[in-house]
Structures are given as C-alpha cells and as structure tokens.
C-alpha cells in the first residue's frame, strides 16, 4: 500500500499565479479530504469528497479557490488567483468507510510570494 | 460548532519522566475522537480511535483514555524518538463526516 500521493511536496509562486495541487488516495478509499494548516489556525477543512462527489466546500476560503475529483483516484486543488495569505501546506487525506480513520499524505508547502 | 481545544501548546521533558497532553472537546453527538502523530514535514499518522467514556487505548509507551469532556494521552517513560506534535481530532454527526483537528501539542523529549 503506497500511501495518499501527493505533489508536488514543495511550491514555490508569484501573487496572482495560478497553483494546482494534486492527491491519489488510497485504492478503495470511498472519501477523500483537503485540509490546509498554518501555525495560527492548524489543520483546517477545506472540502471533502464521498464517492468523487463534493459533500461541504464550506471550508473553502474564497472562490479563488476550487477542488475536483474526475475519478476514484485522482483530485485537484486549485488556486487561481493566487495570494500571499495562501501560503500554508496542504494536506489530502482518505478513508475507507465513516468509521475507519484518515490517512494523510505528506503534504505540498505552498509558498506564495 | 465542534471544538476541539488541546493543551499544552508545548511540553518540554527529560527522557523517562512521564506526562499527559490533555484534549478538552465540544461536540455533539461523539462518534470518536482520534489521536494522531505528526513529525516534521510529515502528515499526521494515526495513533488511536476512542468511542465512548472510560474507554482505554495503549500503544507502547502511549495510552489514551477518554471521558465525556476530555481526553487524555499519557506518555510513560517517554524516549526522545517519542518526540513530535501529537493532534486531538473528533468526529461527530451521522455518515461519512470529517475530522475537527485540535492545534496539537509539541513534545519534545531531551536525552
């Protein structure tokens, strides 16, 4: 079992760029999460996904930001514009089922300058 | 709203002395509530699940126990490999929903 992939692991953008995170869950995982954390606020939830379907993006900051996941192995986090304020890691994570824990990828840095 | 609220922020202790990092929740209706490990410039790795009050969790040296209010991870005889920030999440509602992550708590065991 290989884990939650993420890339890239570092990010490194101008204001105003456009940043697409990518996550492969684990295979038989039915949920997929995004979570952003920064020294001040933690770990916070972005959006997540039950059978490629988004349940609450009110996590959400701003309409600059967007999620997808086209297929059972594959999301997107995007971020268009990108800010300063940005600047924070993201972390996918995946479960089986609601009652089995989350797996956590290692996270992508975004740094946004 | 589901609070999850962890204490200390950071706790310093010499090799073999033993403490406890505390979790105080608000939520209703508990599903579980999770520990898990986070190194640095790692993901969060998954220690426990508790259900439900007076429930007990051990592994290694870590045990964790659970009340109606909070929840507590003890460390005994703690080694500096047990060094790291550990993370209070619960869960609440009914079907498939997310975790609220508490700020954690950053142990730092000296040699």
């Known amino acids: 079992d290989a884990g939650v992939i993420q890339s890239p692991r570092h990010e490194v953008t101008e204001m105003g760029q456009e940043v697409t995170l990518r996550c492969k869950p684990i295979?038989?995982?039915?949920?997929l999460f995004w979570y952003r954390q920064t020294m001040m606020r933690g770990l916070e939830l972005l959006i997540y996904?039950?059978?490629?379907?988004?349940?609450?993006d009110s996590g959400m900051p701003e309409d600059r930001f967007s999620a997808k996941m086209p297929n059972a192995s594959f999301s997107t986090l995007k971020i268009q514009p990108s800010e300063p304020r940005d600047s924070a890691v993201y972390f996918c994570?995946?479960?089986?089922?609601?009652?089995?824990?989350?797996?956590f990828g290692n996270g992508t840095r975004l740094t946004v300058t | 709203e589901d609070q999850v609220t962890q204490s200390p922020e950071a706790l310093r202790l010499q090799e073999g002395e033993g403490s406890s990092l505390n979790c105080s929740y608000t939520?209703?209706?508990?599903?579980?509530l999770f520990w898990y490990r986070q190194d640095p410039g790692k993901g969060p790795e998954f220690l426990f699940t508790?259900?439900?009050a007076g429930e007990e969790k051990e592994k290694e040296r870590l045990k964790a126990t659970l009340t109606k209010k909070e929840s507590f991870l003890h460390i005994t005889a703690p080694k500096p490999e047990d060094s790291a920030t550990y993370l209070c999440?619960?869960?609440?509602?009914?079907?498939?929903?997310?975790?609220?992550f508490g700020k954690g708590t950053r142990l730092s065991v000296i040699a």
């Open positions: 994570a995946s479960r089986r089922t609601g009652e089995s824990p989350l797996h």
């Open positions: 295979s038989g995982h039915n949920s």
């Open positions: 996904f039950n059978n490629n379907v988004p349940i609450d």
């Open positions: 939520v209703s209706g508990l599903r579980g």
């Open positions: 508790l259900y439900s």
């Open positions: 999440a619960v869960q609440a509602g009914i079907g498939n929903t997310p975790l609220v």
